[in-house]
């Protein structure tokens, strides 16, 4: 096993954190894991320690990048066609039950019913719920359906670029963003720990993140 082999298997546990955000929104956990280690393995060829960054905040993004592909191909998810097929077999399972039990089954009593798993059945009534596209087909092939997806990796992105904007800094300057932002001192506070006055602290300050609002900009 190569290290790069390595490092990737080390980390599919962050594949399978990124892809659970998705479960149930019409495409199989399978096919979301596939396309999450297609983003890892990305992600590992690419990243670059020397940003000072560790190896899951850079890959994060990439991720899920990969997976949100998925959903947005022309705006679209496409449910598998096995995905359908469980669902008939649901809306059956379903009525069965109803007339024999005067109520509806559980999730749980569906999976049993239909030796499937509880995700799996989920899956399947999630996809179903789904709204259709105006060019939603039906003679048999993939029908292609609408999904919001959270802007999860847009978010990540902008705080990766932020962090990479911080490493930048001279380490003065990176003192006084910790100081402030990240353990939440006052200017006065922040003054007498580095040995400077609140004034300096303040015209200093200003002109940080006057330069980091341009690097983010670009």
Do not use: W
């Amino acid at each position: 096993m190569t290290d790069r082999d390595k490092i990737v298997e080390e980390n599919l546990a962050l594949v399978h954190a990124c892809c659970k955000r998705f479960r149930g929104k019409g495409i199989e956990y399978d096919d979301l894991f596939s396309a999450g280690c297609v983003g890892l393995v990305k992600a590992v060829n690419n990243f670059n320690p020397d940003l000072g960054l560790k190896l899951s905040t850079y890959a994060v993004p990439v991720i899920l990048g990969e997976v949100k592909r998925l959903f947005r191909d022309g705006g679209t998810v496409k449910v598998s066609r096995s995905l359908k097929e469980l669902n008939l077999k649901i809306i059956e399972a379903n009525k069965r039950f109803l007339d024999e039990n005067n109520r509806e089954p559980t999730v749980s009593e569906l999976a049993k019913i239909l030796s499937e798993s509880s995700e799996r059945i989920s899956d399947a009534l999630n996809a179903a719920k789904l709204p259709l596209s105006l060019n939603a087909s039906y003679d048999g092939e993939e029908t292609e359906l609408e999904i919001p997806c959270d802007d999860i990796a847009d978010k990540l992105t902008e705080k990766l670029a932020l962090r990479k904007a911080i490493s930048e800094l001279n380490s003065s300057d990176r003192k006084i963003i910790e100081l402030r932002y990240y353990k939440h001192n006052t200017q006065q506070k922040t003054a007498e720990a580095l040995g400077m006055t609140q004034v300096q602290i303040s015209r200093r300050e200003k002109k940080i993140l006057l330069l980091m609002r341009d690097k983010l900009s670009v």
